[in-house]
Nanobody
Framework: VQLVESGGGLVQAGGSLGLSCAAS????????MAWFRQAPGKEREFVAA????????YDTNSVKGRFTISRDSAKKTLYLQMNSLKPDDTAVYYC????????????????WGQGTQVTVSS
């Protein structure tokens, strides 16, 4: 299984970025997919998830209303559209794949990408 993130970069506060995660080596349509992020000195935290059936879930405290997760099974790609970015969104963003139903739990995902850096300047 390989998950490859792309689309990170440097953006000013209030700006937008779109992340992608290309998956291979798995039956993409049968997996729940998620985005997590990890800021320097902090634990990896849940951002958003989308089930194999298409239901989406967000960390309501930090990103709901600003971020949108989506998936394209034909392209085997996961997306995260991030709008109204804040300096607190600065982190390495990781794509993850799993089959367990606890979508917000890190250990539900055995497969991880290498991460892509998102930096939001104030």
């Amino acid at each position: 299984v390989q998950l490859v993130e792309s689309g990170g970069g440097l953006v000013q506060a209030g700006g937008s970025l779109g992340l992608s995660c290309a998956a291979s080596g798995l039956t993409f349509s049968g997996y729940n997919m998620a985005w997590f992020r990890q800021a320097p000195g902090k634990e990896r935290e849940f951002v958003a998830a989308i089930s194999w059936a298409g239901g989406s879930f967000y960390d309501t405290n930090s990103v709901k209303g600003r971020f949108t997760i989506s998936r394209d099974s034909a392209k085997k790609t996961l997306y995260l559209q991030m709008n109204s970015l804040k300096p607190d969104d600065t982190a390495v963003y990781y794509c993850a794949a799993g089959t367990k139903s606890a979508l917000q739990v890190l250990r539900s995902y055995p497969y991880w990408g290498q991460g892509t850096q998102v930096t939001v300047s104030s």
